[in-house]
């Protein structure tokens, strides 16, 4: 008996809808949102724990770092899943010319970089946590 290579699961299911689409396009934006609240919080931490380590830790990689998540990030990842919202917008309006495959693979693409934009995220904090409690166990 031979074996075949089947396509990825993906390609039986049945596409999503435009409005599920754009629900997750606004849970994005929701997502960096917070990610933003949640990066000031880590400069704050990370300048106040420069102030406060007699030890002579340098913190300023952290926040050279964090000020590149910033950048990269809250910028043009908000940027490009606006412009998303505005294609999807023109296409309820019934624009000619857009095709809706070619909206769903952008879709496709803006959702793989939030997985990555997710894990460099994870990273960093896993990173400023771990900067935090060492900053404590040289005080204590």
């Known amino acids: 008996m031979s074996t ?15 409005e599920g689409l754009h629900r997750e396009s606004v849970e994005w934006l929701q997502t960096v949102a917070f990610w933003q609240d949640e990066t000031r919080f ?13 030890q002579g830790v340098d913190t300023s990689e952290m926040l050279r770092d964090l000020e590149r998540l910033h950048q990269m990030l809250f910028e043009y990842l908000v940027e490009e899943i606006r412009e998303h919202e505005n294609v999807l917008s023109r296409i309820e309006k019934g624009a000619k010319g857009i095709p809706d495959a070619k909206y769903r693979d952008t879709h496709r693409t803006l959702k793989e970089k939030m997985m990555r934009f997710t894990l460099d995220f994870r990273a ?13 166990t040289f005080r204590a």
Do not use: C, I, M, W
């Open 124 to 136: 960093f904090k896993s990173l400023v946590f771990s900067h935090a409690r060492d900053l404590k």
């Open 42 to 54: 880590f400069a704050s931490l990370l300048e106040g724990a420069q102030t406060a380590n007699s």
């Open 4 to 18: 075949k290579n089947l396509p990825n699961t993906f390609d039986y299911l049945l596409p999503e809808s435009l």
